[in-house]
Nanobody
Framework: QVQLVESGGGLVQAGGSLRLSCAASGRSISRDHMGWFRQAPGKEREFVAVISWNWNGRTTYYADSVKGRFTISRDNVKNTVYLQMNSLKPEDTAVYYC??????????????????WGQGTAVTVSS
């Protein structure tokens, strides 16, 4: 089992930046694909970004809505995944969740392909 705890959310003005962290415990996540999803009020959970587990190269993939503004990264020594969010927009307002996919398969943008989830951290971007 792995436990995921997100942090770093908060209130920021449009154009600002935040860095979310997702700390894992219970076991190493070095062999998990790690993703970030978000859910805005009244909307479905949507994919934001994913980073592969590969030890010899990291593959990343982003939703079109965040490409060029958000960067996902991981530190396997710290067992932590990050989401750097720049040029934030009001439409980025949501609860952000990190998730682990232990399948070692293809990178997935589907929330139900992920096995473990954090409790979420709220991000509010004011205009």
């Amino acid at each position: 089992q792995v436990q995921l705890v997100e942090s770093g959310g908060g209130l920021v003005q449009a154009g600002g930046s935040l860095r979310l962290s997702c700390a894992a415990s219970g076991r190493s996540i070095s062999r998990d694909h790690m993703g970030w999803f978000r859910q805005a009020p009244g909307k479905e959970r949507e994919f934001v970004a994913v980073i592969s587990w590969n030890w010899n190269g990291r593959t990343t993939y982003y939703a079109d809505s965040v490409k060029g503004r958000f960067t996902i990264s991981r530190d396997n020594v710290k067992n932590t995944v990050y989401l750097q969010m720049n040029s934030l927009k009001p439409e980025d307002t949501a609860v952000y969740y990190c998730a682990a996919d232990s399948s070692l398969g293809r990178l997935s943008v589907l929330w139900n392909d992920y096995d473990y989830w954090g409790q979420g951290t709220a991000v509010t971007v004011s205009s």
